[in-house]
């Protein structure tokens, strides 16, 4: 008895998402760790001592952008669909 299963005889998958979405919500993590990494550190280990790189460039601007961009990659990862 030989199988022979063609690529248009095989079952669909019902899968929800496919391999292009899981690569996609992927990188819109790596996206969010990288904004929320960039939103640690800066304090200082003594409390009676204040240290200006709490208000760097960094941590008000580029982090939140990152972490919004990054919900916003995961967003359009879910909702992609591939075209047939």
């Known amino acids: 008895m030989e ?6 005889n095989r079952p669909q ?3 929800a ?10 990188i ?3 996206v969010l760790i990288m904004g929320y990494v ?3 550190g800066g304090g200082s280990n003594s409390p009676d001592q204040f ?3 709490m208000f760097d ?3 008000l601007f580029l982090a939140p952008i990152l972490i919004v961009a990054g919900f916003g990659f995961e967003i ?3 909702m992609y669909k591939m075209k047939k």
């Open 3 to 8: 199988s022979n299963t063609s690529i248009e």
């Open 13 to 15: 998958s019902n899968f």
């Open 17 to 26: 998402f496919g391999r292009t979405n899981y690569i996609l919500m992927g």
């Open 28 to 30: 819109g993590l790596l």
């Open 38 to 40: 960039m939103l640690g």
């Open 51 to 53: 240290n200006d790189a």
């Open 57 to 59: 460039n960094r941590r």
């Open 76 to 78: 359009a990862a879910i």
